[in-house]
């Protein structure tokens, strides 16, 4: 296995398991204002990000990428409360 190789496999190792446990109680993650959890989960999807750039695959970059994006803006806008609570 070349380093480049070792490298994807680590990104996707620790990056998948550690995204789909935070993905999977997202919603309290956001309500409750997780950060630790949050960093985490940005993290994960960073080295998901990385381990596809590694492996070439533009596609998989810009799904991931965008998730990174979105995710933080709903993390960000996510316990704002509405004004006839």
Do not use: C, K
Not at 19 to 47: C, G, K, M, Q, Y
Not at 67 to 76: C, E, G, H, R, S
Request: proline letters at 2%; zero cysteines; charged letters at 15%.
């Amino acid at each position: 296995m070349t380093a480049v190789g070792a490298a994807r496999l680590a990104f996707f190792g620790v990056g998948y398991p550690v995204s789909i446990v935070v993905i999977a109680r997202w919603l309290p993650v956001v309500r409750e204002r997780r950060i630790t959890w949050f960093i985490a989960h940005e993290a994960a999807v960073a080295a998901i990000v990385a381990g596809w750039a590694l492996d070439d695959n533009q596609g998989a970059v810009a799904i991931n990428g965008t998730w990174l994006v979105v995710a933080a803006a709903w993390y960000a806008l996510g316990s704002r409360r509405r004004a006839d609570r």
